[in-house]
Structure formats: C-alpha cells, structure tokens
DNA sequence: GCGTCCAGGTCTACC
DNA sequence: GGTAGACCTGGACGC
C-alpha cells in the first residue's frame, strides 16, 4: 500500500457538453481507470499510474453540461514541482476527454438513424484515456476468447494480487500493475493465480515488450494518424486488430463475436448465423457508414443498448 | 453427475 | 498470402 499524502486541488473547464457524470461513470459500466474506484454521492475516488507515478485523484462536478467545471484533487506520495503539477493537470484533462469537442460527431449523429436516439440519453458524455497502453491492453487480451464475467474475474485477480493500492483523502483504491511488476512474473505462475490460461504468457511478453523496448503513451498515440497508432498497436504480443481497436485513442471499430450481434441486427435486422465468419462484413458495413466516427459510434451504441432496444423495437444483447 | 460446447482473438505452422 | 488448428477456463446446456 501506498499512502499519498501530498495533494493539490485544480479545476477544469471542458468543452461543453460536458456531462460529467455520464463521463465518469458510463452507463454500460466501463470503468474510468480501475474496477475498485469509488464513486459516492457525486464524488469519484480513483487512482492510476501517470508515468511511473502513483495517483490519488478525486473528482467532482461543480458545473452542468453546457458550462461545465470539474473540480480536481490530486494525491501524490511525494510533493510536486509545480512543472509537474502543471504536466499531471494536462493528463487528467486529457484522459477526461475534457479537450474534445463532440460538435463534429453530434453533427453527424443527428443525421444518422441509429446514433440520434443515443443522443437523447448520452448527449454530453466523452470518451475518456488511460496514460499508458498497459492497462488498455491487459482489460484487451483479458476480453479475448471469454465471457465477460470471466473476463472481470481475470481483471480484478490482475490488480489484487500484483496492483498497487493507493491510500488517500480516507480511501483505497487498488490500480493496474506496472510492466516492471508483471515483467519479472513466470507465465506458469501469473496463469495459475490468475486463472488466465494461455493469457499469461501473452501478458508477460506484452510487459517484457513495454520494458526492455519502450513504446508511446497513449497521449503520443493519440497524435498518429489513427492506422500509423493501430499499427503499432498490432506490433505488440497477445494485441490483434480487434485488441488495437480497444486500446486505439479515438479511432478503431472493435467488433467481436458480442457486438457483431448487436451491429448485425442494427445493420440488417438480424443477428448473422455465424458470428465470426461476419466479423469482417459487419466491422466494414460500420467503417462505411461512420467514417472517422466509427469509434465514438460504437462507443456511443455500447453505452445505450438498453434505451436502443426499445426506441428502435430490437432486441439487442446486453453486455 | 458427466460430457460437450463455446465465449467480447491471437498466433503459428503449413500449404 | 491465406487459413486451419491450438490455446486456458468455467458456465451453460443436454442427457
């Protein structure tokens, strides 16, 4: 356990709609940074490595979605120099999509048949970023070839046995490991705490890849062309097309063998007879009608199933 | 109770 | 360059 005992307190004021609630806490139940963050009575209590660096954050509204204000707080073990404190600012704004303007996409939903209806429910709610890749990439391969619930099981068993826990502001919140931690891990060991299967050796490679050759941030990602980013994504162990979809920043259409159910039926009224023999036909009917929005579609589809179902008279597999 | 199937993919060997 | 087959595990399902 680590206890961060040095904070400083910063608002941000991010670009309307800003709908913070919807952001921190996505109806489908995505986490912001970590499955054990604690969101009480408007406040979320999370906790994630910037760099190397362990965090405390504590986040909460002080605005409404046209003129938001998020208020910031943040733990750290050790006191700040104010160039980091000014660097650790732009993270959290950045990873709270708290910059991107959502004008161009709304523009192009409220045209569109399907993504108006979730402008309804979801009008305000952004996208929000890790800082590394790492965290992304083990929720990704944990996804691979599971149901979700055992896909959860294998997350949580991740951060509780080799995590970090952060003590602040009277919490604890456990984050993702480092590579450095899993790095030095056997697969064989890593595979039977975790109950992860062949996972584990993907896992090991994946942090050995991270430390021994470095790769961009997600920040850095964010700023490639969005296939240069998915490119380098594929360029690391145990991360497919569908994985570097997942972790790509802003871009990708990440369909598998769940959400090529709920986009065959929206697409063409059914779900396909076999579901990985259409992955390819439907993830390309969907670049097709959404472009450089295929992202912001399927998240914003993913986040409203429930609410789409109903509106659209479909029934559409809930995750 | 037991056997079989398959799930929010990726990698490798083989052609 | 394309593709079948292997890969952990555990819940669902049929019998």
């Known amino acids: 356990m680590v206890e961060l005992t040095r904070a400083f307190s910063f608002s941000l004021k991010p670009t309307p709609p800003y709908n913070f609630e919807l952001t921190v806490r996505k109806p489908a139940g995505w986490d912001l940074f970590t499955p054990f963050e604690i969101y009480q009575d408007g406040v979320l209590s999370t906790a994630l490595h910037v760099g190397d660096m362990l965090v405390g954050l504590r986040l909460s509204s002080m605005g409404t979605a046209d003129r938001p204000e998020v208020r910031a707080k943040l733990f750290t073990e050790r006191e700040l120099e104010p160039t980091q404190k000014r660097l650790a600012k732009q993270s959290v704004s950045r990873m709270l999509g708290a910059e991107d ?13 399907i993504l108006r209806h979730t402008l309804e429910d979801l009008s305000g709610m952004h996208d929000t970023y890790s800082d590394g890749v790492f965290g992304p990439a083990l929720l990704a391969i944990c996804l691979q070839m599971a149901p979700l619930k055992r896909s959860e099981a294998m997350m949580r068993s991740i951060i509780e046995i080799y995590g970090e826990v952060a003590e602040f502001d009277g919490k604890r919140v456990s984050v993702w490991p480092l590579p450095k931690r899993m790095a030095a891990l056997e697969p064989v ?28 941030d997600m920040g850095e990602l964010a700023k490639l062309p969005p296939e240069d980013a998915k490119r380098r994504l594929m360029e690391l162990p145990g991360i497919g097309d569908y994985s570097a979809d997942i972790i790509n920043p802003r871009s990708g259409f990440p369909i598998d063998v769940w959400s090529v159910d709920v986009f065959g ?55």
């Open 101 to 113: 303007d959502l004008a161009e996409f709304y523009a192009v939903a409220r045209r569109d048949p």
């Open 189 to 216: 060991e890593l595979a039977r705490t975790c109950r992860l299967g062949y996972r584990a050796k993907r896992i090991v490679e994946l942090a050995n890849f991270l430390v021994d050759r470095g790769f961009p």
């Open 265 to 319: 039926k929206l697409f063409y009224g059914r779900e396909p007879k076999n579901a990985r023999a259409a992955v390819e036909r439907v993830k390309a009917e969907g670049v097709r009608r959404w472009g450089e929005w295929s992202w912001m579609a399927f998240f914003y589809i993913a986040q409203d199933l429930r609410n789409l179902s109903k509106k659209l008279g479909v029934r559409l597999r809930l995750q």
